[in-house]
């Protein structure tokens, strides 16, 4: 079975607006297994939807189209679709009372053009929509199935995922599943060596890296009949990959993140971090901060961009400076010490570094930067050389540190970091 | 004259990546004049791309293709549209040198399927790439235009902006150009109810607002036959808003951000200022520090989380945070003047508040922020209930810290936001 995306909407042939509904969709097909082999984007035209339209059906199994089911005149995508289909609109009335009750519930006087939303080709299926007005719908014919969804990024996801998916999965003769190691600390084509005699031997299922800003995805993917199968699957492929990579593995699941593993693992531990950043400009305390509940593990972080806050706020000597600079790692480490001592954290990290564009010498170059970690039984600094523009140097050297402090609460310091 | 845009590329339809080029492409059209009826995605496959081919050329006037041009056996786009138009591709020699050269140049062995890169269809434009080794390609055919850009967006944005554009510009009736303004602490609809006699009598030049994360976006838009006549054009209506929207407007140009007039304006007038932060997590911070040059005006900054550091090391009284909270204006007061105090800035700047998600009440609810501010002959807090979810307020806040800020050194802190 293949499917086809439709995309209405004159904003998107305007450029106001990237497709994201298009590769939302086109990620969920093909990890259902389906084939895509077009997507069109078209305005809200009546006669260019309707070709676009009659050519999808005629080289397509399924047509998925988002966008056009507004309340406005220009709102066509329904009519046209229950037209070619031969089908009229007709009231439904749970949608009708869905849709008075939202407004009614937000204190809104409701247009009376609004009702047309709930106007649903006749024998359709209606998909809810919880996240705003206008409702989908799925129309079955003998050669085609037609499916319907809301422009809105925000209701067009909910509804894809939550009832179309499970639609969808009914009808495959498989589904494929996929789960998500992230890995930090070992770079694309390092990981990719290391992975090879699995990356070889690889049919179903499948292990694939992703490279990310500054880490890396590994997606492990199954086809099989069900989820539960493709879980069953998965599981000695994962200990294998766990056996080889380690604790370059920080976490499991798309929405990991490394400054979420270090918030949990430092609530868990009962133990709190504080930070003294220079190049980092705050970036490291803005990540553990992200994370809701990190007040309970983070007392305090500095920000010392000049020599004299260093000294002043951190108790980094005129000494040190001078004699090694604001970028050594005799810095940072007294600019953990200091944040450490100052504070009572248990755990105190230092960075300083060159993030560019300017500021960098042959000896000392953009880029170079060092982080110290001062904590119970360890006081220690790592250098790193980063690749990248200011942002990504930043991005980079604040990845780092959130490693270090998870390598420390795993007792998992040493380490030879790969790239 | 109308366009098509094809995007040529499996991992577009595998939804690996979302389409940007499709919008970056429509944009420029539309800002030339250039209607764009369709946009269409397939993958690598030379049947189907021949039929999309096929299709898009007999009802639109232009085609741009992006994707296929590159060195493998997939890659198709270049051998399919000079086949469709009945060319040959031939040995461009400039275009081999220059690959030949990018290859020698980074010391990498190239690969000789690397030069089929080269061979362009004859009497074609060459158009040269200065991000990769693809070139891209113009026919002109007496039906249409042909113009194949590379896939990765590196390469072909500035294919598309410094080559096709002025391509396309001598061939457009008029231009339409655009000039920005950013503006914060006014929103989309109460600009819109201040701007609205302009707006209702509006035909050429148009304004245009756009809500942007925290802040507002004005676009002045004028048709014109050339870009100089077009500046002429936008001259007064930018005069006029001004008038309107006064110190709102906080910059101009597309690239324009808060923290980057505040960096310019401390580095302009020679001050420093020094930040304190509680909910916003160094978020602050990490703003300013993200502008080249921040170390000049930024010595230091502070995140106290906990009640004990806000004491510690900002003098936050143990009276204060028991009589009024960690979430007051008084502590707001009192972190400003602490890390002024401490830092020897000439502008400090306290933000304390709750960004949630736990931690509101009915009398303080979550959202509530305190931003305190003090430096010469000023010593105030602002109080703000910030809409959105944790991120959201976060960015708001930081957004308000900056204007206070900005406000502060332009000498107009006197200012009713207007949401």
Request: proline share 4%; aromatic share 6%.
């Amino acid at each position: 079975m293949n499917f086809e995306i439709i995309s209405v909407g004159t904003e998107l042939l305007l450029g106001q607006i990237v497709n994201t509904n298009a590769q939302v969709i086109s990620r969920m097909l093909s990890e259902l297994g389906y084939n895509v082999y077009y997507t069109t984007v078209v305005g809200d035209n009546p006669d260019r939807l309707q070709s676009a339209l009659e050519l999808a059906a005629g080289r397509a199994d399924g047509i998925i189209t988002t966008g056009g089911l507004g309340p406005t005149g220009d709102d066509l995508t329904k009519e046209t679709i229950a037209h070619y289909c031969g089908k009229k609109c007709i009231m439904h009335e749970e949608s009708k009372r869905r849709i008075e009750e939202r407004f009614a519930s937000q204190g809104q006087y409701m247009p009376k053009s609004n009702l047309k939303q709930a106007e649903m080709p006749e024998g359709c299926i209606v998909l809810q929509n919880d996240h705003g007005t206008a409702p989908g719908a799925i129309i079955e014919t003998e050669k085609n199935i037609f499916i319907m969804l809301p422009g809105p990024p925000s209701e067009m996801r909910p509804m894809l995922l939550e009832q179309v998916r499970p639609y969808l999965e009914k009808r495959a003769d498989c589904i494929i599943y996929s789960e998500s190691l992230r890995i930090f600390g070992v770079g694309e084509s390092a990981a990719e060596e290391k992975l090879k005699t699995i990356i070889d031997r690889q049919t179903n299922p499948t292990i694939a890296p992703y490279a990310k800003t500054g880490e890396m995805e590994l997606r492990l993917t199954a086809k099989a009949s069900d989820t539960q199968q493709a879980k069953k699957m998965l599981q000695p492929l994962e200990t294998e990959v766990r056996n080889i990579l380690g604790d370059f593995i920080y976490a499991k699941g798309e929405n990991a993140s490394l400054e979420k593993t270090v918030v949990d693992l430092l609530r868990t531990s009962g133990k709190t971090a504080a930070t003294a950043e220079s190049c980092t400009g705050g970036l490291v305390a803005k990540k553990i901060t992200d994370i809701p509940g990190a007040s309970a593990c983070f007392p305090c972080g500095m920000i010392t961009y000049s020599n004299e806050q260093k000294q002043a706020l951190l108790g980094v000597t005129a000494e040190t400076l001078a004699a090694h600079g604001a970028v050594s790692s005799q810095t940072a480490l007294e600019m953990c010490r200091g944040v450490r001592e100052k504070t009572g954290a248990d755990i105190g990290i230092g960075i300083t570094g060159i993030a560019g564009p300017d500021g960098g010498t042959d000896e000392k170059p953009v880029g170079l930067v060092y982080i110290g970690i001062c904590a119970e039984g360890v006081h220690r600094a790592f250098r790193f050389y980063l690749a990248g523009d200011r942002n990504m140097i930043r991005e980079r050297a604040s990845l780092y540190a959130l490693d270090i402090i998870r390598r420390y609460l795993l007792n998992k310091l040493d380490v030879d970091y790969i790239w």
